[in-house]
């Protein structure tokens, strides 16, 4: 299986679990493979600082957070593309 079929595969699983709704899914598939590897690195970073708590790790992209605008972590993404991903996987490493 390529890289490329197996980040979208993990996506796919990680967009579900987010429940994303179709017009999200739509924007963030746009971002292309350097976005899918992004939004699944974030996905495995919330489960690596919230290894307890799955439905909080599941609840905090779609939270509004005043970080982001007032935005969810994945509005503000698909607000601003790849930028905006990677400000909001910058606010999860840092902690």
Do not use: C
Request: aromatic fraction near 6%; charged fraction near 20%.
């Amino acid at each position: 299986m390529s890289e490329a079929i197996s980040h979208r595969l993990l996506l796919e699983r990680v967009l579900k679990e987010w429940q994303v709704d179709r017009k999200q899914r739509r924007a963030l598939l746009a971002l292309g493979e350097a976005g899918a590897e992004g939004l699944v690195a974030l996905a495995e970073k919330l489960a690596i600082l919230l290894p307890h708590n799955a439905l909080m790790a599941a609840l905090w992209p779609t939270t509004p957070m005043p970080q982001f605008d007032d935005l969810s972590p994945l509005d503000y993404i698909i607000a601003h593309g790849q930028p905006g991903l990677d400000q909001v996987r910058t606010f999860v490493e840092q902690g």
